[in-house]
Nanobody
Framework: VQLVESGGDLVQPGGSLRLTCAISDSTFSSYSMGWARRVPGKGLEWISGIYSDGSTYYGDSVKGRFTISRDNAKNTVYLQMNSLKPEDTAVYYC?????WGQGTQVTVSS
């Protein structure tokens, strides 16, 4: 399975971004998907996930600000990020099972 993230950018504090993860598998609808992020020098932080039934979870650091969703017709999962903070700066990765994307950089800075 190949995963390709996009949508990372430089944004000011309080701004919004939407990350996209495209998956190269026609059975995508049966997958649980997740987003994680890594800050240089720190460990991987799991921030959100969505199951095949559409149920979701969020890490405490993003709860109420980020929203995960999926479009099974497009084999795509999204992460809508609102009210961004400088501490959200990281490389964001899409994941399913043991497969990872290459990551997309999000930088929150004025």
């Amino acid at each position: 399975v190949q995963l390709v993230e996009s949508g990372g950018d430089l944004v000011q504090p309080g701004g919004s971004l939407r990350l996209t993860c495209a998956i190269s598998d026609s059975t995508f609808s049966s997958y649980s998907m997740g987003w994680a992020r890594r800050v240089p020098g720190k460990g991987l932080e799991w921030i959100s996930g969505i199951y095949s039934d559409g149920s979701t979870y969020y890490g405490d650091s993003v709860k109420g600000r980020f929203t995960i969703s999926r479009d099974n017709a497009k084999n795509t999962v999204y992460l809508q990020m609102n009210s961004l903070k400088p501490e959200d700066t990281a490389v964001y990765y899409c994941n399913t099972g043991g497969d990872w994307g290459q990551g997309t950089q999000v930088t929150v800075s004025s």
